[in-house]
């Protein structure tokens, strides 16, 4: 386990000083382990936080039941089972909400006059990440997404670009 802890921990650092440095098919591995990894530390954190919390309340008041005091180890083995789950999950819904990106329309009445037309299409898109991940392929994806909306006016919010754009 330390070893690929290892492995995960120093790809997010290569990923975050190697990029330029490494060839592309190298940095076309590391970088969504170095990312993933990000991702699944922040998690484990929250996890880790939110059992320290619940320790600490124990720790004055004693609402845990005799069956957790009594089987402390077994406990722990099951929480750390549920933490790596649950990020698990988390991940997994994460990158499935990544791959298909969701439209929402919403219509807003606005009284100023906008020229000759009586209604104005705006797309918005944010959180599209250009790097070593979100590639040409992908990009051309969301291109014919946003273009088969047949907006007047598309507006980019945020987080467009991740890092390097030379891949």
């Known amino acids: 386990y330390s ?22 098919s190298v940095t076309a591995v590391i970088y969504p382990i170095g990312s993933t990894w990000l991702a699944a ?3 484990f ?11 600490i309340i124990n720790h004055f008041t004693h ?13 722990k083995l099951i929480v750390l089972g549920i933490s790596i789950i649950g990020v698990g999950i988390t991940l997994a819904i994460g990158y499935a909400r990544f791959s298909n990106p969701v ?12 020229g000759a037309k009586k209604e104005l299409h705006i ?30 006016i598309v507006l980019f919010a945020g987080d467009i670009i991740d890092r390097d754009l030379n891949f």
């Open 123 to 152: 797309v918005m898109a944010s959180d599209v990440h250009l790097s070593h991940t979100i590639r040409n392929k992908r990009v051309k994806q969301y291109v014919d997404q946003i273009n088969s909306l047949n907006p007047d």
């Open 63 to 75: 609402f845990y039941p005799a069956i957790i005091v009594e089987n402390y180890a077994k406990v």
């Open 103 to 114: 439209v929402t329309e919403l219509e807003i009445a606005v009284s100023k006059k906008v």
């Open 45 to 55: 954190i929250i996890f880790a936080l939110f059992f320290d919390i619940i320790r």
């Open 3 to 24: 070893i690929i802890f290892i492995i995960f921990c120093l790809s997010f650092l290569a990923m975050m000083f190697g990029e330029g440095i490494f060839p592309d």
């Open 41 to 43: 530390r922040l998690y």
